[in-house]
């Protein structure tokens, strides 16, 4: 079965503290993708990162960072620097082969808010 | 401008009383799919297509129906809302779908469907 978990529920900081996203998953394939969706509060679900199974370098955009780790199952997603505007729910997904169809399975989301 | 549109934004009904969501994309993506979310759950896949003619349930698809009857769209149906089924509807395509292709998921800004 495929699964994602997004252990932390809500985590708040003060502005311009770093914070860390933890993302576990769940698969028996071995090429697999993973994502990560930001949700602010407008509503609207905004793609941040694709990183498939065979690559674990660790990839940095801006404030942003990610760290793909095989031996742990984890995707974890860390923001430097926070800013207000990055207040969002932030969805972690694992995509996969399932019954012969790709699937997107999402985790539960966790609801970040940055204080100023 | 590539987008996927879904409308009606929000939408207030009756239970019993038969609506569809309509969804549409530009982009000539082939696979399309529906996805509601709900607090603490994250998304969970309704139904989804893999081209014209083609689609199939997802992990929660009682009291829904969908169709593809052209690429670009793909409507949400329920026959008979009942009020389990309030929540926040997004439509999402990608290019493919097909399992060598993860091209992310773009999403619509989504439908607040409360049921009364």
């Known amino acids: 079965a495929q699964k994602v978990t997004q252990a932390q529920t809500e985590i708040s900081v003060v502005e311009k503290e770093d914070v860390t996203l933890d993302c576990v998953y769940e698969t028996r394939d071995t090429t697999y993708y993973l994502f990560w969706y930001k949700q602010p509060p407008s509503g609207e679900l905004v793609f941040l990162i694709r990183r498939n199974s065979f690559d674990e370098q660790n990839e940095i955009s801006g404030r942003y960072s990610w760290n793909f780790q095989k031996s742990t199952s984890s995707f974890n997603f860390t923001i430097t620097a926070s800013q207000v505007v990055d207040s969002a729910v932030y969805f972690c997904a694992l995509s996969g082969l399932i019954q012969g169809a790709q699937k997107l399975v999402f985790g539960q989301g966790t609801r970040l808010t940055i204080n100023p | 401008e590539a987008q996927v549109t879904q409308n009606p934004r929000y939408l207030i009904t009756v239970t019993g009383k038969k609506l569809t969501v309509t969804c549409s994309q530009n982009m000539n993506h082939e696979y399309m799919s529906w996805y509601r979310q709900d607090p603490g759950l994250g998304l969970r896949q309704i139904y989804y297509?893999?081209?014209?003619?083609?689609?199939d349930k997802g992990d929660v698809p009682e009291g829904y129906k969908v169709s593809r009857k052209e690429k670009r769209n793909f409507p949400l149906i329920l026959e008979s809302p009942s009020p389990n089924q309030t929540s926040l509807y997004f439509c999402?395509?990608?290019?493919?779908?097909?399992?060598?292709?993860?091209?992310?998921?773009?999403f619509g800004n989504g439908t607040r469907l409360t049921v009364t």
């Open positions: 999402a395509s990608s290019l493919l779908g097909q399992y060598r292709d993860n091209s992310p998921l773009h």
């Open positions: 297509s893999m081209n014209v003619e083609v689609t």
